[in-house]
């Protein structure tokens, strides 16, 4: 079965801080693709990140990195720096072999306090 | 750039009431999702699209759903008769091709409000 568990629901820091958001998956697929999506307070959801099964290597986008780790089966994302335009709930998910359904996590807030 | 465009951005709705949310995905995408959100939940699949027909969908889409594609450009999510528990976002997503490594896309959603 196809799952993502972010454990953290909420996570307040003082801007300029750094923040990891962690992902856990689990799936029985051999190929699979990981995303991370950002939901500001607006609603929708903007793409930030997508990962293959078959590259580990980590990923920095500015302030953005995430960190993958087969091993144990988790893709963490952190936020250096952070900022106020920061804070939304971020979602990591994980598509089917199909690439027909995304298995959404249960999604953190973050709120980047000024 | 292109998006997902879903409209309209809120419905308000009594219950037993028909609604239809309507979609216009990337011009060149060819699968097409609804994904719904509780408030304060996680995103859930409801169903896919391509070739005009549905490829999978969840257990929440039961018979009180249906998709189409009536026109080359848009995709639409009908609800029959809705329930106080249809309330959530509904999202549209358009990818381009089959493969799992595909981004979906996703549109602003539709806040749906059963009363």
């Known amino acids: 079965a196809q799952k993502v568990t972010q454990a953290q629901t909420e996570i307040s820091v003082v801007e300029k801080e750094d923040v990891t958001l962690d992902c856990v998956y689990e799936?029985?697929?051999?190929?699979?693709?990981l995303f991370w999506y950002k939901q500001p307070p607006s609603g929708e959801l903007v793409f930030l990140i997508r990962?293959?099964?078959?590259?580990?290597q980590n990923e920095i986008s500015g302030r953005y990195s995430w960190n993958f780790q087969k091993s144990t089966s988790s893709f963490n994302f952190t936020i250096t720096a952070s900022q106020v335009v920061d804070s939304a709930v971020y979602f990591c998910?994980?598509?089917?072999?199909?690439?027909?359904?995304?298995?959404f996590g249960t999604g953190t807030s973050l709120t980047v306090i000024p | 750039e292109p998006e997902v465009t879903q409209t309209p951005s809120h419905q308000v709705t009594q219950m037993g009431q028909e609604v239809i949310l309507r979609c216009v995905p990337i011009?060149?995408?060819?699968?097409f999702y609804w994904y719904r959100q509780i408030l304060g939940q996680k995103v859930e699949f409801l169903v896919s699209?391509?070739?005009?027909?549905?490829?999978?969908k969840s257990e929440i889409f039961d018979d009180q759903f249906s998709v189409e594609r009536p026109d080359g450009s848009n995709f639409t999510l009908k609800i029959r008769s809705t329930k106080l528990e249809d309330s959530a976002m509904y999202f549209c997503?358009?990818?381009?091709?089959?493969?799992?490594?595909?981004?979906?896309?996703f549109g602003p959603g539709t806040r749906l409000l059963v009363l």
């Open positions: 997503a358009s990818r381009l091709t089959s493969g799992s490594h595909e981004t979906q896309y």
């Open positions: 799936t029985r697929d051999t190929t699979y693709y």
């Open positions: 990962r293959n099964s078959f590259d580990e």
């Open positions: 998910a994980l598509s089917s072999n199909t690439g027909n359904q995304f298995y």
């Open positions: 011009s060149n995408h060819l699968y």
């Open positions: 699209f391509y070739n005009n027909e549905i490829s999978e």
